[in-house]
T-cell receptor, first 115, second 110 residues
Framework: GAGVSQSPRYKVAKRGQDVALRCDPI?????LFWYQQALGQGPEFLTY????????KSGLPSDRFFAERPEGSVSTLKIQRTQQEDSAVYLC?????????????FGPGTRLLVL | DAKTTQPTSMDCAEGRAANLPCNHS???????VYWYRQIHSQGPQYIIH???NNETNEMASLIITEDRKSSTLILPHATLRDTAVYYC???????????FGKGNQVVVIP
């Protein structure tokens, strides 16, 4: 079956613009994660959903970052008033259940460049 | 979460076994060792994980020392497609997030 998909794959935004990044997890996967990966660094956790409930948002860097998963499947990461330091690859991952030890399957990421 | 230490980079010969070390001297009893890799411009890919016993799957073997303070990921026959950044991650049981660190850039050389 299809893996995790993300769109768009590339996004260029002017500083101050709002952006929305989409994640389609593997069908039936309960858990969904967002990570941010700066150039030359490993991915860093942003937030976690179990179905539609956002159980952990401690990694979101500021209140400009907002994530939702209203129907427990597709998720959107929104960044308001983008800044240059938001430039990064945004990775989405999903896992089958919510017990904490399942394999996380990652999408290809969205590369965001803020000018 | 326990911190891991890996080489910044290493080269491996194509067709030979690649042994990737990881130190996790502060690991606690309920923490698992996970390995992921990230090929250029792709998302991370799960390889293997273990608690204290050695593990093997179709991709790799994981050897964990008896004191659990270090581990080695073994790619039995490295190919050029194994060139990637390899991440050793210590993950407490029940913890959903993965703490990646900077990883080990492994280059397989023909």
């Amino acid at each position: 079956g299809a893996g995790v998909s993300q769109s768009p794959r590339y996004k260029v935004a002017k500083r101050g613009q709002d952006v929305a990044l989409r994640c389609d997890p593997i069908s039936g996967h309960v858990s969904l994660f967002w990570y941010q990966q700066a150039l030359g660094q490993g991915p860093e956790f942003l937030t976690y959903f179990q179905n539609e409930a956002q159980l952990d948002k401690s990694g979101l860097p500021s209140d400009r970052f907002f994530a939702e998963r209203p129907e427990g499947s597709v998720s959107t990461l929104k960044i308001q008033r983008t800044q240059q330091e938001d430039s990064a690859v945004y990775l989405c991952a999903s896992s089958a259940a919510g017990t904490g030890q399942e394999t996380q399957y990652f999408g290809p990421g969205t590369r965001l460049l803020v000018l | 979460d326990a911190k891991t230490t890996q080489p910044t980079s290493m080269d491996c010969a194509e067709g030979r076994a690649a042994n990737l070390p990881c130190n996790h001297s502060t690991i606690s009893g309920n923490e698992y060792v996970y390995w992921y890799r990230q090929i250029h411009s792709q998302g991370p890919q799960y390889i293997i994980h273990g608690l204290k016993n050695n593990e093997t799957n179709e991709m790799a073997s994981l050897i964990i020392t008896e004191d659990r303070k270090s581990s080695t990921l073994i790619l039995p026959h490295a190919t050029l497609r194994d060139t990637a950044v390899y991440y050793c991650i210590v993950r407490p049981y029940g913890n959903n997030r993965l703490a990646f660190g900077k990883g080990n850039q492994v280059v397989v050389i023909p």
